[in-house]
């Protein structure tokens, strides 16, 4: 007897996610593929769109391998965000690599349009403002490059190469949180502006259509690895998946997500103008409804404890932990990590990393404590700019490996003053693509049905005084206007 399921694929920048979540939004199966990565000069990193779609179609084998009684009913599709590619439409073959979120190479064009005073209009159109993590400029170097007597180009992220893969070739579309990220689309208006296109030197007509990110966008065609038929019934951006998958569905809810950097996320009913520091999104869309998001990026998070227990002679990130939690406070000790500069909400490229607050009274383990506090001290520049802009914020969910720690977890309750509630689910961009699905197809009827499915842990709840967090972000705000100091 076959299991009804929906297969949900999480294309990262490293790696092909494919999982098969059941009616019960267990997931029941799951396989990876990695994707490689290029670096042929220092800055640039692209990635080949071929070899992106050999490891998502590997991910699905040895996905469906694990559960050969499993019925796909429909495909849903979250992917790496930003990343940007162009091909033929009539051959369907790539033009040039796939630019990938990382990449600097088109820094110098963001100085010169930001030096003729384009950025302030480009933030009120699509809430981002100008940089090189951005698709349009990308698109103007592949164009230049690699477009030369191509008369019919698509122009997509990489959730659009998927779902023209998947159709077979038919079907050229995106949804509007990834619209969102490429510049190019008005949040406002909800369309592809035709000044942005002007202004970047892209034809319109080469972007795919805007759907919903539930939504049956066309059917799988000439892949090996599935039936014909299946729905392709969904896309969105990672970052906004997982937001989805916690069921952040009411106005103010939203997620961190833990990794090499963070990325803090919070849903808000309306368009506005991003606070200094942060950018506006589109979190998803539903029945023509979008959702928004305040969004906030921070560059090095957990990337600093293999770090810090380097320095401190110490054998991994647990013994830097557990060092950590043997004294009550940092004592004073700040760690900055600007080891790449600072993100959200400071942004200052030319800022590095620095220890400040040592005496002669510091020890080893007030260093490893300043390392674990700085993950929560970031996390709160960012939650405090959202809150002096006046938005309210619900729950707060955190997901990413850090997230199972529950010592991390409590410096980020008690920094931000508000509680945290940590996932059981890892998977969260992929059942959040699956659930989108879902919607789409009817195996699910609505959000409710949905709410029913997700798993938490209990909430973290603040275990400090207000007093006493007033004095530690005193003392990391003093920490990061030394960071910032140019002498």
């Not at 001290?377 to 938005?391: N, P």
């Amino acid at each position: 007897m076959s299991r009804d399921v929906i297969l949900a694929i999480d294309e990262g920048t490293t790696n092909s996610k494919a999982v098969l979540v059941s009616l019960s939004g267990e997931i029941i199966a799951s396989g990876t593929a990695p994707v490689p990565i290029q670096h042929p000069q220092s800055g640039w990193v692209q990635q080949d769109a071929l070899s992106i779609w050999t490891a998502t179609q590997d991910a699905i084998s040895e996905c469906l391998d694990q559960a050969p009684d499993a019925s796909v009913l429909a495909l849903g599709i979250s992917n790496q965000r930003e990343s940007i590619l162009i091909w033929d439409r009539k051959s369907g073959a790539p033009l040039g690599p796939v630019l990938t979120w990382q990449c600097r190479r088109t820094s110098a064009i963001c100085a010169d349009l930001k030096a003729a005073g384009h950025e302030t209009e480009v933030i009120a159109r699509t809430g981002l403002p100008l940089d090189p993590l951005f698709p349009p400029t990308k698109i103007a170097w592949l164009l230049e490059h690699h477009a030369a007597g191509i008369e019919d180009i698509c122009i997509g992220t990489v959730d659009s190469w998927l779902i023209w893969q998947f159709s077979g070739g038919r079907v050229h579309a995106t949804d509007r949180s990834n619209a969102a990220r490429t510049q190019l689309y008005n949040l406002a208006l909800g369309k592809w502006d035709d000044g942005l296109c002007n202004l970047f030197g892209v034809n319109p007509a080469s972007l795919p259509e805007v759907r919903d990110s539930a939504h049956v966008f066309g059917e799988t065609r000439d892949v090996g690895v599935l039936p014909e038929g299946i729905p392709i019934s969904s896309a969105i951006g990672d970052s906004h998946a997982a937001l989805f998958g916690h069921g952040a569905f009411e106005h103010g809810d939203g997620k961190v997500t833990f990794g090499t950097g963070s990325s803090i996320m919070t849903t808000i009913p309306e368009f506005v103008l991003p606070p200094k520091g942060l950018t506006t999104t589109i979190a998803w869309s539903l029945d023509g409804q979008a959702t928004y998001a305040l969004e906030g990026n921070i560059l090095v998070s957990a990337s600093v404890f293999p770090w810090a227990a380097k320095i401190l002679g110490l054998e991994n990130v647990d013994e830097l932990l557990n060092l950590a939690q043997t004294v009550e406070s940092a004592n004073g000790v700040c760690l900055v990590p600007a080891h790449v500069g600072l993100g959200a909400p400071h942004w200052d490229a030319q800022a590095r990393a620095l220890i400040s607050g040592l005496s002669f009274v510091s020890e080893p383990a007030h260093i490893a404590r300043a390392a674990a506090d700085s993950m929560a001290h970031q996390v709160a520049d960012i939650f405090d700019v959202i809150l002096e802009a006046g938005k309210n914020v619900g729950r707060l969910f955190v997901d990413g490996g850090p997230s199972e720690n529950g010592f991390l977890m409590q410096l980020v309750a008690d920094l931000i003053s508000h509680p945290v509630t940590p996932c059981k689910n890892s998977e969260t961009s992929a059942v959040g693509a699956a659930y989108l699905a879902g919607l789409a197809t009817g195996f699910w009827p609505d959000l409710h049905a949905l709410r029913s499915l997700m798993s938490h842990d209990q909430p973290i709840e603040v275990g400090i005084t207000n007093r006493e967090r007033k004095e530690l972000r005193a003392e990391w705000r003093d920490a990061i206007a030394r960071t910032t100091l140019r002498l």
